[in-house]
C-alpha cells in the first residue's frame, strides 16, 4: 500500500521500526512513539531503545505516561517518610504545583501519601527503573523534492546541534525509482538516511540505509535539564505510543475502517477510497456518517460499537507490542 499522504506514510514508518528496528544492526527491543518532542521541535516517529528488565519494571508505575511533574516526585521521593519539601528538590516553579503533582502520584497509586501535624507527607512504593537506552528521531517525508529537502535540512540542523536524541534519521520513499543523490546531499552529514518501499505493505526489508548516521551524544554527560527532557520524551512515546491517532480521528464514521498493509493496519476511509490525512478524519468531513445510536448502546457488533472496536483493537496491538518487547 501506498499511502496518500505523509500521515500514513508516518503510520507505515513507524510499524517498520516496531518489527525490524534497528536497521544495521539486528532486532533491540524498543517502544515506538509518533508526533512527539518539545516546544521548539516535535519529531515524526520516536525509537527508544529500552533495557528490557528496566521497562519491565517502568511497567509496575503503570501504562500511562508519567508528565514532567509526576516525573520530579516519583523519582525523589524517599524510601522513608519524609515532609514533600523536604523530599523533593526545590522547584524553580511555585511549590502548589508540586503538592498538586503529589495528590496526583498518589491518586494513581505511584507513591503513598499521608498527612501528619498538618503536613503532607509522602514515601515512594518502588523506586523508578533506568529504562531508557538511546532515543532516536526519525524525520518522515515519502516525497523528497527540493523544497521539502531544504526545510528538513534546517530540521534535522537543529537536531544535530541539540543532541537532545542520540541519533536523527530521515526516513524517505523510493517507491517508482531512486531518491535524487541531490537532494540527500542537502541532508546534515551527521543524519542517517533510510530509504523505504512500502508498496507490498510492511515488512522487516521494506528499508534499506542509505546513509548512516554519527552519534550525537555530547562528549561529557548530559546536563540534568536534558536528561530530564529525554526522560519526558521517552514517558510520552511510552504512553501514547504510535497508535493513538484514533484519538484525534473519527473511529465512529461508518466510512471508517481498518485495512492491512503487509504487517500493519492503517485507517482507510470508504468515501475517499485512500488513507485519510489525520487532520480531514474529523466531524467537519463533509463524508463523516456517525453510527447510529443504537450500535453504541446494544453492543452490535462489538460492545460499544465498531468505532469503540477499532479502538480496542488498536489499544491491544499496542499492548501486544510492548510484551513483545519484554520478551526480547
Not at 468531513?285 to 488498536?314: D, V
Request: aromatic fraction near 8%; proline fraction near 7%; include cysteine.
Amino acid at each position: 500500500m501506498d499511502p496518500d499522504s505523509e500521515f500514513g506514510y508516518e503510520l507505515l514508518v513507524c510499524r517498520w521500526a516496531e518489527r525490524a528496528w534497528h536497521p544495521t544492526e539486528g532486532p533491540r527491543p524498543i517502544v515506538v512513539g509518533r508526533q512527539i518532542g518539545t516546544r521548539s521541535r516535535r519529531w515524526d516517529t520516536v525509537v527508544v531503545e529500552v533495557d528490557p528488565e528496566g521497562l519491565r519494571q517502568r511497567r509496575k508505575f503503570g501504562d500511562a505516561a508519567l508528565d514532567s511533574d509526576l516525573l520530579g516526585v516519583v523519582r525523589n521521593a524517599s524510601a522513608e517518610w519524609a515532609w514533600y519539601r523536604e523530599a523533593l528538590p526545590e522547584p524553580d516553579y511555585p511549590w502548589r504545583y508540586v503538592r498538586e503533582a503529589v495528590h496526583r502520584a498518589a491518586d494513581r497509586d505511584l507513591i503513598e501519601k499521608r498527612k501528619r501535624d498538618g503536613r503532607i507527607e509522602l514515601r515512594r512504593k518502588r523506586p523508578y527503573p533506568d529504562w531508557v537506552r538511546r532515543i532516536v528521531a526519525v524525520e518522515n517525508k515519502p516525497d523528497l523534492d527540493a523544497s521539502a529537502a531544504a526545510a528538513l535540512s534546517d530540521q534535522l540542523d537543529h537536531d544535530v546541534a541539540t543532541a537532545l536524541a542520540d541519533e536523527v534519521w530521515l526516513a524517505t520513499s523510493a517507491t517508482g525509482g531512486r531518491v535524487e543523490r541531490a537532494l540527500l546531499r542537502e541532508m546534515p552529514v551527521e543524519a542517517g538516511i533510510l530509504v523505504t518501499d512500502f508498496a507490498d505493505g510492511v515488512a522487516a526489508n521494506a528499508a534499506r540505509v542509505e546513509w548512516l548516521p554519527s552519534g550525537l551524544a555530547p562528549t561529557g554527560d548530559r546536563d540534568a535539564a536534558a536528561e530530564r527532557r529525554r526522560l519526558v520524551l521517552a514517558e510520552r512515546a511510552y504512553g501514547r505510543g504510535w497508535r493513538s491517532y484514533h484519538d484525534t480521528m473519527r473511529p465512529d464514521c461508518r466510512n471508517f475502517e481498518l485495512r492491512r498493509a503487509g504487517d500493519a493496519v492503517v485507517p482507510f476511509c470508504t468515501a475517499k477510497g485512500r488513507v485519510p490525512t489525520a487532520r480531514e478524519c474529523a466531524g467537519s468531513c463533509g463524508s463523516f456518517a456517525p453510527e447510529p445510536p443504537q450500535w453504541r448502546t446494544k453492543g452490535w457488533p462489538i460492545e460499544g460499537g465498531p468505532g469503540k472496536g477499532i479502538q480496542q483493537l488498536l489499544a491491544n496491538r499496542r499492548r501486544r507490542a510492548r510484551y513483545r518487547t519484554l520478551r526480547r
